[in-house]
């Protein structure tokens, strides 16, 4: 079992930067890789970005590449999402999520843990 609690959402103004951590426990952080993915308002879950368990591979959703950067601390447990040049579109509930699986980290199926989400809001 892994428990995994989201923080760093808040309300920021288009073009400002937020920084979202997942604290992860109950189970080794390294054996994982781990993903961010998002809800906004009447639309599904998408994917924002993924790292593997070595953290030698990050992949991004067209969207924020360039913009977001994911990464991880195996000694703290804790993984990052770095958003910056944030747009209204970005406006979503974000979810980290712990995966046993090296490969097709773009898909929720995946994924085996699940945190609660935290909002973040990007006034126009």
């Known amino acids: 079992q892994v428990q995994l609690v989201e923080s760093g959402g808040g309300l920021v103004q288009a073009g400002g930067s937020l920084r979202l951590s997942c604290a992860a426990s109950g189970h080794t952080f390294s054996r994982f890789s781990m993903g961010w993915f998002r809800q906004a308002p009447g639309k599904e879950r998408e994917f924002v970005a993924a790292i593997t368990w070595s953290s030698t591979s990050t992949y991004a959703t067209d969207s924020v590449k360039g913009r977001f950067t994911i990464s991880r601390d195996s000694a703290k447990n804790t993984l990052y999402l770095q958003m910056n040049s944030l747009r209204p579109e970005d406006t979503a509930v974000y979810y980290c999520?712990?995966?046993?699986?090296?490969?097709?980290?773009?898909?929720?199926?995946?994924?085996?843990?699940w945190g609660q989400g935290t909002r973040v809001t990007v006034s126009s």
């Open positions: 999520a712990a995966s046993t699986a090296y490969y097709y980290l773009a898909s929720s199926r995946s994924y085996d843990y």
